[in-house]
């Protein structure tokens, strides 16, 4: 164990599911007294918890250090007044608490990449361009969390909807391209080509000469380990410098997560299998029991 560091654990994507949640933190006996607690993005929508997850994050903040997913921009926008209902969204509960504006100013509020001072990690939801150094990327959420932060943080949010990211950084024509290109790397990129050129919406690659971005990367940048999720389908993945942790807890797989300050990350898991359906995560139906936020009235 890292000697004078809090224990430290990392969860992969949790989209509102809140009872296997608990049962993680159960599992790593996870103290928000004295331990932190890193959580790779996409905490909210297509579960059925996502107001009584938010509820529990929001009043154990000063522990948990978060990074922003593709579905937690969707829910500040949805918020916001920005963009319509999808069919799939399971926001409504949430979006209708009283509590809402204060849980999604701190979302707002958030980082898109999170960088320990002490621990060797750094955290994204989705990805790093392979090009881009540490100081590079750390530069480009930062362009990204200014905005969000700034006082036209809604013309951003507008603005990002408003049209496609540029498949490459070669391909912006202006700043406008360049920070939908950013946001669509750290939060949604999964498969690119050896020059930079990505396939966003794309599970599977769509041409030969694709590979996942996380082998470029770790091939071209050497002094940087890093954490995320957002890849449900690849599933879960620890090598030497990544730890890639949707498990697909919301498609009735497992919600994962790592103790990260000891000399091997050590796994934890739950099972979720009682979000298995047919059909996608639609509502409360669903067959895990709610959980209510330990010392409150849900
Ligand atoms: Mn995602």
């Excluded at 004295?34 to 929508?45: E, F, H, M, Q």
């Excluded at 599977?204 to 002094?223: V, Y």
């Excluded at 994962?256 to 050590?266: F, K, M």
């Excluded at 298995?276 to 409150?296: I, L, N, T, V």
Aim: aromatic share 10%.
């Amino acid at each position: 164990m890292n000697q004078g560091h809090p224990a430290t654990y990392a969860i992969g994507d949790l989209q509102g599911c809140f009872s296997p949640f608990l049962q993680l933190l159960g599992e790593m006996d996870w103290q928000p007294s004295k331990d932190i607690l890193w959580l790779a993005g996409d905490l909210v929508n297509r579960g059925p918890e996502s107001h009584t997850l938010l509820d529990y994050l929001f009043e154990t903040r000063k522990r948990i250090r978060i990074v922003l997913g593709n579905h937690d921009l969707y829910a500040i926008s949805r918020w916001a007044g920005i963009i319509p209902a999808k069919k799939s969204d399971t926001l409504a509960p949430l979006l209708s608490d009283h509590r809402a504006d204060d849980w999604m100013e701190w979302l707002r509020q958030s980082p898109i990449l999170y960088r320990d001072p002490v621990l060797p990690w750094v955290m994204v939801h989705a990805a790093i361009h392979p090009d881009w150094s540490p100081w590079d990327a750390v530069g480009h959420a930062g362009e990204i969390e200014e905005a969000l932060r700034g006082p036209r943080w809604r013309q951003f949010l507008k603005m990002l909807w408003a049209a496609p990211a540029p498949a490459s950084w070669e391909a912006c024509r202006s700043e406008e391209d360049a920070q939908r290109f950013r946001v669509a790397v750290f939060t949604r990129a999964r498969w690119v080509s050896a020059s930079g050129v990505f396939s966003w919406p794309a599970t599977q690659p769509q041409s030969p000469g694709f590979a996942p971005w996380h082998r470029w990367f770790l091939e071209r940048q050497t002094d940087v380990s890093v954490i995320c999720g957002h890849w449900a389908t690849q599933g879960l993945l620890i090598l030497p410098r990544l730890l890639a942790l949707d498990s697909g807890c919301v498609w009735g797989n497992r919600l994962s997560g790592v103790r990260l300050d000891s000399l091997e990350p050590q796994l934890f898991q739950v099972d979720c299998s009682c979000y298995a359906h047919e059909e996608k995560p639609s509502g409360p139906e669903m067959g895990c029991p709610s959980a209510a936020a330990p010392g409150r009235k849900s």
